[in-house]
């Protein structure tokens, strides 16, 4: 294989890594706050791809993004709202239970409105305009996709580090009770932790179907689940750690991919989630938690 045919897999890795990236953080910060796996996020990241299908068939592609990202948002809180929320002093197997139930409520209501047969998913021009760099050539979405996802994520940084509400979710995501005891809204941190988390799919779903062409009901359990091992590969509540294990399990992903082993490229990303759970449980970045009595 000719270090071209290399740097050209990598490109598209490092692409693939990205969109992994934002799906991962709304993995790594509901966790970070609720102590949730939220396993419905990969089919509000699904659902975002049906959203940007209806809205480009009405609308032009700058309006259709912003309806597509908007009602993700609103669609992530509205979850949030009506189904963990009346469960937030039950056990914490309840949530999980329902966050499962919510995933499978998604998926039937997505085959009964719009079948299992998968859609086109809508050509965006400016996205799929081709630059060709030396030997190697890439889609403007390959390019945008890692460049938006660390911008994204920088500003993700400065709210959570700089702002009043990055220092009530830290508060939160620090000890819930004390928070609540201190005046903090957490109605409302719990609120925008999910807008952020369920914006950030919308525009992982924009940038990961631009590239895919298709959406299916199920389009976001795998990747959805992929994403979930990247944000505990990271280290789970780490936000640095969602993206390096986005970019890692994307890059790895396509290079096997590349090399011929294609079929084990799904297997690889569960393996390496068994191998980090023997290993290093509290992933890469992850810190050890004290338990207090």
Request: charged share 10%.
């Amino acid at each position: 294989m000719s270090m071209t045919t290399i740097l050209q897999h990598c490109l598209t890795g490092i692409s693939l890594g990205g969109a992994y990236a934002l799906i991962a953080i709304g993995y790594t910060l509901v966790y970070g706050i609720l102590r949730l796996i939220n396993f419905a996020h990969g089919d509000i990241f699904m659902m975002a791809g049906y959203f940007m299908i209806f809205s480009l068939a009405s609308f032009p592609w700058p309006v259709a993004i912003i309806i597509t990202l908007v009602v993700t948002t609103a669609m992530g809180i509205a979850i949030e709202r009506m189904a963990y929320k009346p469960l937030r002093s039950s056990p914490r197997m309840s949530i999980m239970i329902s966050a499962i139930g919510v995933s499978y409520l998604l998926q039937n209501l997505s085959t009964y409105l719009f079948t299992a047969i998968p859609r086109g998913y809508p050509e965006i021009p400016i996205l799929k305009r081709i630059f060709q760099m030396g030997e190697l050539s890439a889609s403007f979405v390959t390019i945008l996709t890692p460049v938006l996802t660390i911008i994204l994520v920088v500003i993700l940084m400065v709210l959570v580090n700089r702002t009043k509400t990055g220092m009530a979710m830290r508060a939160v995501s620090k000890d819930f009770e004390t928070a609540k005891l201190m005046g903090i809204n957490i109605n409302r941190v719990i609120s925008v932790t999910f807008a952020i988390g369920s914006f950030l799919a919308g525009v992982g779903s924009i940038l990961y179907f631009t590239d895919r062409m298709s959406v299916t009901p199920f389009s976001g359990t795998l990747p959805g689940l992929k994403c979930f091992v990247a944000a505990v590969f990271g280290g789970i509540g780490n936000i640095p750690g969602a993206v390096v294990g986005g970019f890692f399990i994307g890059i790895v992903e396509t290079l096997l991919v590349a090399l011929g082993y294609s079929t084990f490229s799904d297997a690889f990303t569960f393996f390496l989630l068994i191998v980090m759970l023997l290993v290093r449980p509290t992933g890469l970045f992850g810190e050890k938690t004290v338990e207090k009595v």
